[in-house]
């Protein structure tokens, strides 16, 4: 039987149209900075380029003339708002979520969601350490103690996740305005748990389904088996098996935690 694709819905942009690219091409001259209120490890710099915490919510990449599927063009403005994705794991095991909708409905993939600001005026922006303990609780009601730890860097281009902002919803929080499009970058965010299967997961917000999956079953399943960029974190924090557990002993070692891996 052959597996249903879900349609794309009509705020979802379709991987053909050419806003990606122009999208792509601005965010490579795009320094969104590094947000102050974030710790620094010297050994390991942040790149104000893809920072793991940027200094707001979101970035304005300027005006553009879209044409929509009717063929008519409009004038818009492109944006990047940022987020993160939560990777909960004991080394055997990862928490992963079905989404309600796209992007990536259907599909495992990892809780998160926006960076979301400090107060209404957009004076300061969680951190993504603070967004991924938010997304945890908000998504699958894990309350996490362990600290996190950035997988790879920001990722900026994500051509699977661009939409038409619908309605004024993201404009108080994000500055995106009905009609505007924006792409969402990402950080991934790794948390060392005990045991996963002890977790008792609950789906809310816009998880449909939460549940726990080895980490080889995932890895052997490929990159079409989770959504968009999901696989690749994945592997940035599992493919190589003897760095990232060289990582985690020594930050979880202050908590008197190691991981096996």
Known sequence: MNEVVPDIPDWMIKEDDPVLAEIAKR???????????APVDPKNPPDPKHPTDPTCTSHCLGH????????????VQLHVIHAVDVIITDGKKVVVIERKQPPAMG?????????????PARNGVETAEQAAIR?????????????????????????GDVRICAGNGLK?????????IFMVTTQPMLFHVDNVDALKLKPESDAKLAKKME?????????????PDQYEMLMEAFGNRKRISKRLWNQQSDQGAGMAL
């Open 27 to 37: 965010i490579e001259h795009l320094e969104i900075g590094i947000n102050a209120q």
């Open 215 to 227: 980490i080889n079953d995932l890895r052997a399943g490929g990159h079409d088996s989770m959504g």
């Open 107 to 119: 599909k495992p993939c990892f809780p998160g969601g926006m960076l979301d600001p400090l107060d």
């Open 64 to 75: 553009y003339v879209w044409e929509d599927k009717n063929g008519i063009k409009k004038s």
């Open 135 to 159: 997304e945890a609780m908000e998504e699958v009601s894990i309350e996490l103690k362990s600290k996190g730890i950035p997988v790879g860097k920001r990722i900026m281009n994500r051509p």
């Open 172 to 180: 108080t929080k994000y500055g995106v305005h009905d009609g505007d």
